[in-house]
């Protein structure tokens, strides 16, 4: 009897083992960031983001400065899960709205996001933002 008790509390922690979370460990991304913001076809520009992390809720600002008179001030919102990113870059650009998806890896010392473009607001041109930890 004592046997059958040991294998069934063996088999319970087993069972409980294998059916508890396997959520990843999100990164954190807060902070100030700067790095390129590389339109397809286009030279890189600078981009800056300070960032607010909640949670898995991400927000925060960006500036973006092409040249010497170009500099355009926008928002980011978004989700982490891991050390993965999804979320929206914003800016107002004349009174319309543009709007871009953006994905990719978020780690502790450096961020790379994606997007096919931004909408609203024109022709989406594809883009990658490639960011570090100041």
Do not use: D, E
């Not at 800056?48 to 980011?76: D, K, R, Y």
């Amino acid at each position: 009897m004592t046997r059958l008790a040991a294998l069934l509390v063996l088999g319970a922690a087993w069972l409980g083992a294998a059916c508890g979370s396997t959520s990843p460990t999100n990164v954190n991304i807060a902070g100030s960031w700067s790095g390129t913001y590389q339109l397809t076809g286009a030279s890189a520009s600078t981009i800056a983001f300070t960032l607010s992390h909640t949670g898995t809720a991400v927000s925060g600002n960006w500036t973006l400065t092409a040249g010497p008179s170009i500099t355009i001030i926008g928002t980011v919102n978004g989700t982490t899960s891991g050390s993965s990113f999804s979320g929206t870059m914003k800016y107002t650009l004349n009174g319309a709205t543009c709007t871009a998806n953006v994905a990719g890896g978020a780690a502790a010392s450096s961020i790379t996001w994606t997007s096919p473009g931004y909408t609203g607001c024109g022709a989406g041109t594809a883009f990658t933002v490639s960011i570090a930890k100041k």
